[in-house]
């Protein structure tokens, strides 16, 4: 079983950048796929990125493809999502999750752990 955490959230004006975090507070990444996901107020969660146990091979979702990277860093237990040219529609929760079920997922259930969550906030 692993615990995830992740961090990296804040405010930032349209046009910045963030980097969010995603750490094991207990247990290791080790064997899992790894996921970005994001929830805005009144909106279900959605899909954002996901990378293999490899690192390899990732996928995003069409409005994040050329602003967003997915990467890990397996000997750190970490995974990490690079997010630049930021919009206010970016704003969510974002949420990192893990499976061992599959190489890569782009749907929450797909993922057997999940974060608390981390807020993103992008102004106008």
């Known amino acids: 079983q692993v615990q995830l955490v992740e961090s990296g959230g804040g405010l930032v004006q349209a046009g910045g950048s963030l980097r969010l975090s995603c750490a094991a507070s207990r247990g290791t990444f080790s064997g899992y796929a790894m996921g970005w996901f994001r929830q805005a107020p009144g909106k279900e969660r959605e899909f954002v990125a996901t990378i293999s146990w490899s690192g390899t091979t990732t996928y995003y979702r069409d409005s994040v493809k050329g602003r967003f990277t997915i990467s890990r860093d397996n000997a750190e237990n970490a995974a990490y999502l690079q997010m630049n040219s930021l919009t206010p529609e970016d704003t969510a929760v974002y949420y990192c999750?893990?499976?061992?079920?599959?190489?890569?997922?782009?749907?929450?259930?797909?993922?057997?752990?999940w974060g608390q969550g981390t807020q993103v906030t992008v102004s106008s």
């Open positions: 999750a893990a499976t061992r079920r599959y190489v890569t997922a782009t749907y929450s259930g797909a993922y057997d752990y």
